[in-house]
């Protein structure tokens, strides 16, 4: 099945739904929205609605309607490393590790990439943006290019040299901002509510975190649709989203998983469960 079972854009605050337009808030309380799909399809005819390999193979249950935005440069499938060693140092049975390398610009957020900037081609966009210091937007900018569109990536000047000339050498619109990084957020903010280009950012996009769930649904395949008791996963990167999904997968489950979010060791030492 090719098909989107996308149903609506949902606020996660008052539940309030909305057609799946190009949306960034709730209209009635300006919470975040979460994407809901036709989860009675999904369970009637389980695993049987994926097709093909790569990220695309979730299309089902992913929001972009029409084959011909669905942008891709070969990304997903990515492998799950069985760590034996790893796993005796740190005292537990099994490791898995999602490797997720291999993606075309060599981070996850490739996966993110791929269903932002098919949503940008969905909605009549012809320009795409993201402030980043690195990695989402080398990535946003190759998947930009991929698609035809002019990407604008905002870079704070403190960003770390390699990253920079990363972003450099997929975009030909590297703006490098001078200043207080909260400053530029505030002006791109309002650059996106005026309509300049479509919002690729990690905020508030529902169409963009869509991708990152992708990594999630290739666990549960990869573990034979037994995904481990719990998954670990770099909050920074927000692929809590991606995370948190395994229990909705095609065909339904009784089981419960148990995802952790990291943070890196500079980033407050903490754990959330």
């Not at 901002?177 to 509510?193: A, F, M, N, P, Q």
Request: net charge positive; charged share 20%; glycine share 8%.
């Amino acid at each position: 099945m090719s098909e989107s079972l996308a149903q609506s854009l949902t606020c996660i605050e008052c539940g309030t739904a909305h057609s799946l337009t190009y949306r960034l808030e709730c209209e009635r309380c300006h919470g975040l929205l979460e994407l809901r799909y036709d989860i009675a399809r999904l369970q009637k005819a389980g695993p049987a609605v994926l097709e093909g390999t790569g990220l695309w193979r979730y299309a089902p249950i992913l929001p972009i309607a029409d084959p011909a935005h669905r942008v891709t440069l070969g990304e997903g499938a990515t492998p799950l490393l069985d760590c034996p060693r790893l796993a005796g140092e740190l005292g537990v049975r099994r490791l898995l590790l999602k490797f997720d390398g291999p993606n075309p610009t060599g981070t996850v957020k490739d996966r993110s990439s791929a269903t932002a900037v098919g949503a940008a081609l969905q909605f009549g966009y012809r320009a795409t943006s993201v402030v980043s210091s690195g990695n989402a937007g080398s990535s946003i900018a190759a998947y930009s290019a991929r698609a035809g569109l002019r990407s604008l990536i905002f870079a704070y000047e403190r960003a770390s040299a390699p990253k920079l000339l990363h972003m450099a050498a997929t975009t030909a619109n590297l703006i490098i901002y001078k200043g207080v990084y909260d400053d530029l957020i505030t002006i791109w903010d309002r650059l996106v509510e005026e309509h300049l280009f479509f919002d690729c950012g990690a905020s508030r996009n529902a169409y963009k975190q869509e991708g990152k769930k992708t990594l999630a649904y290739e666990i549960a395949e990869q573990t034979g649709w037994a995904p481990p008791d719990v998954v670990v996963a770099p909050v920074k990167e927000q692929s809590w989203t991606g995370a948190s999904k395994t229990r909705n997968r095609p065909g339904g489950s009784t089981r419960t998983d148990c995802p952790v979010g990291r943070h890196r060791a500079s980033e407050d030492r903490q754990i959330w469960r």
